[in-house]
């Protein structure tokens, strides 16, 4: 079992940046692939970011995202993080972490079994 608390989201201006934070109990964590989707009212949820359990994995990223954003994870920290530089407007929404039992990335929200609360991300024009 996982449970995953978001943090870090707030409002911003065009271009500014911020960090994501989501904090994991449960020993399965560094085993565990975890990834950052994103929603906003009325639209299915979007993959943005993904990095798997193992240690040669390389993080997978939405194309929208890419180039701007970084993921990265502390495993004796239990801690996933989600750096955004350059925020855009189009960047605006609900963002939540998620973890599957398996050591292979997936970008269909469908394959993750844990789901933090979410936290808001606003980015002004």
């Known amino acids: 079992q996982v449970q995953l608390v978001e943090s870090g989201g707030g409002l911003v201006q065009a271009g500014d940046s911020l960090r994501l934070s989501c904090a994991a109990s449960g020993r399965t964590f560094s085993a565990s692939t975890v990834a950052w989707f994103r929603q906003t009212p009325g639209k299915e949820r979007e993959f943005v970011s993904v990095?798997?359990?193992?240690?040669?994995?390389?993080?997978v990223y939405a194309d929208s995202v890419k180039g701007r954003f970084t993921i990265s994870r502390d495993n004796a920290k239990n801690t996933l993080f989600l750096q955004m530089n350059s925020l855009k407007p189009e960047d605006t929404a609900m963002y939540y972490c998620a973890a599957r039992n398996n050591l292979w990335t997936s970008t269909d929200p469908r394959q993750y079994n844990y789901w933090g609360q979410g936290t808001q991300v606003t980015v002004s024009s």
């Open positions: 990095i798997s359990g193992l240690r040669s994995g390389s993080p």
